[in-house]
């Protein structure tokens, strides 16, 4: 099995990506995980370049996403949504709407902010941006306010409420991945 | 008689904004058996995959998590013990299932006596109606319309014509 990070985060020591690799510290043994680094290269959206082939960093971007059994998100929240950047990526990705790598995947939602609400709205506008391409959004969200007081000065998740959060939705997601598997062997055909 | 559905038209509509959105299954099939007394049961399925509206973005969407789900819960179905025929009506009570949710659902609706077809077998018409709350099922995706209120409505009339013809 094999679980893809997405951090809507670029800078470097961003409190997103260390919640994700404080979440991959969760997986079983056995399960690969990577945090996918390729969101700044992805250009801006252009249905002029949405052609075959894709740009490079939309190829590897869709790539990735489709090579995943799941997808695990962090996101900041700017101006009380998700990253231009992140949405843009998403956009990217939806696409061709009815095929995406996306569609039907396991998908789940956690965020990080300094303030005191640990990025609820941004992940409730994932949730519904993920929803909409046709991902399958696991329950459950894990927001992490305040978030330099969460994370150590070498970036480890020193919360353990936020640690056992974070491993029901990883709980979550790898029922969700077996699930899925499970029907697919049942009735290949469908 | 013991009769299977000619595919016709199983439909659903719900309010939408200030109109009404419509969608189709199109690959569907039912099964009437109407006892002497004018009992019966009804039975059918619908698969999600053929569901049909005039925008295939949205088509696309309802068969993913947010509505229907078709990768889980690729069928619809449908059945009714104790059906009552009387005179041009007929009612009853079944067991919709939807996403994999399985709840009582009344329907009325009329129906044909039965009449013969070009090769001699009895052939059955009936319409039926019922409505049902989405969110019962599971079936909960909404947005928030800028103005208030919601873009979709809760209640959904599942309209049903079918034929039947007598089974050989």
Same mark, same amino acid.
């Given at each position: 099995?094999?679980?893809?990070?997405?951090?809507?985060?670029?800078?470097?020591?961003?409190?997103?990506?260390? !919640?994700?690799? =404080?979440?991959?510290? !969760?997986?079983?043994?056995? #399960?690969?995980?990577?945090?996918?680094?390729? !969101?700044?290269?992805?250009?801006?959206?252009? &249905?002029?370049?949405?052609?075959?082939?894709?740009?490079?960093?939309?190829?590897?971007?869709?790539?990735?996403?489709?090579?995943?059994?799941? @997808?695990?998100?962090?996101?900041?929240?700017?101006?009380?949504?998700?990253?231009? #950047?992140?949405?843009?990526?998403?956009?990217?990705?939806?696409?061709?709407?009815?095929?995406?790598?996306?569609?039907?995947?396991? #998908?789940?939602?956690?965020?990080?902010?300094?303030?005191?609400?640990?990025?609820?709205?941004? &992940?409730?506008?994932?949730?519904?941006?993920?929803?909409?391409?046709?991902?399958?959004?696991?329950?459950?969200?894990?927001? #992490?306010?305040?978030?330099?007081?969460?994370?150590?000065?070498?970036?480890?998740?020193?919360?353990?409420?936020?640690?056992?959060?974070?491993?029901?939705? @990883?709980?979550?997601?790898?029922?969700?991945?077996?699930?899925?598997?499970?029907? =697919?062997?049942?009735?290949? =055909?469908? | 008689?013991?009769?299977?559905?000619?595919?016709?038209?199983?439909? /659903?509509?719900? +309010?939408?904004?200030?109109?009404?959105?419509?969608?189709?299954?199109?690959?569907?099939?039912?099964?009437?058996?109407?006892?002497?007394?004018?009992?019966?049961?009804? *039975?059918?399925?619908?698969?999600?995959?053929?569901?049909?509206?005039?925008? *295939?973005?949205?088509?696309?969407?309802?068969?993913?998590?947010?509505?229907?789900?078709?990768?889980?819960? +690729?069928?619809?179905?449908?059945?009714?013990?104790?059906?009552?025929?009387?005179?041009? *009506?007929?009612?009853?009570?079944? *067991?919709?299932?939807?996403?994999?949710?399985?709840?009582?659902?009344?329907?009325?609706?009329?129906?044909?006596? +039965?009449?013969?077809?070009?090769?001699?077998?009895?052939?059955?018409?009936?319409?039926?109606?019922?409505?049902?709350?989405?969110?019962?099922?599971?079936?909960?995706?909404?947005?928030?319309?800028?103005?208030?209120?919601?873009?979709?409505?809760?209640?959904?009339?599942?309209?049903?014509?079918?034929? /039947?013809?007598?089974?050989?």
């Amino acid at each position: 099995m094999r679980i893809l990070g997405v951090s809507g985060s670029l800078r470097r020591g961003s409190y997103n990506t260390r !919640l994700l690799e =404080a979440a991959a510290e !969760l997986l079983p043994e056995g #399960v690969e995980f990577e945090v996918f680094d390729g !969101l700044k290269a992805v250009p801006p959206y252009d &249905q002029d370049d949405d052609v075959e082939p894709a740009p490079e960093p939309v190829a590897l971007l869709r790539s990735e996403l489709a090579g995943a059994d799941a @997808v695990l998100f962090a996101t900041p929240e700017y101006n009380s949504s998700i990253p231009g #950047v992140l949405k843009n990526a998403i956009d990217w990705a939806s696409r061709p709407l009815m095929t995406n790598a996306l569609r039907f995947k396991p #998908v789940a939602v956690t965020g990080a902010s300094t303030g005191a609400f640990g990025a609820v709205w941004a &992940q409730e506008e994932l949730r519904k941006v993920l929803g909409a391409l046709g991902a399958r959004v696991v329950e459950g969200s894990v927001p #992490v306010g305040h978030a330099p007081t969460r994370f150590d000065e070498d970036g480890r998740l020193v919360d353990e409420e936020i640690r056992a959060q974070l491993a029901d939705l @990883v709980t979550a997601v790898l029922a969700a991945v077996e699930e899925r598997s499970e029907a =697919a062997t049942a009735a290949p =055909a469908a | 008689m013991d009769a299977r559905s000619r595919p016709l038209d199983v439909g /659903f509509e719900v +309010p939408y904004l200030v109109g009404t959105f419509r969608g189709q299954f199109r690959d569907i099939e039912g099964r009437l058996v109407i006892n002497e007394g004018g009992t019966g049961t009804l *039975e059918g399925s619908a698969r999600v995959a053929s569901v049909d509206v005039k925008d *295939e973005i949205l088509a696309g969407h309802l068969q993913t998590p947010d509505f229907f789900d078709a990768e889980r819960f +690729p069928e619809i179905r449908f059945r009714a013990e104790g059906i009552e025929v009387n005179g041009g *009506e007929v009612r009853g009570s079944g *067991e919709l299932t939807i996403k994999g949710v399985t709840k009582a659902v009344e329907f009325t609706g009329s129906i044909t006596a +039965p009449a013969p077809d070009a090769y001699g077998r009895d052939r059955v018409g009936a319409v039926l109606s019922a409505t049902v709350d989405r969110h019962d099922f599971g079936v909960s995706w909404n947005q928030p319309v800028p103005g208030g209120g919601n873009a979709l409505g809760d209640e959904v009339t599942i309209n049903a014509e079918l034929f /039947f013809t007598e089974a050989e």
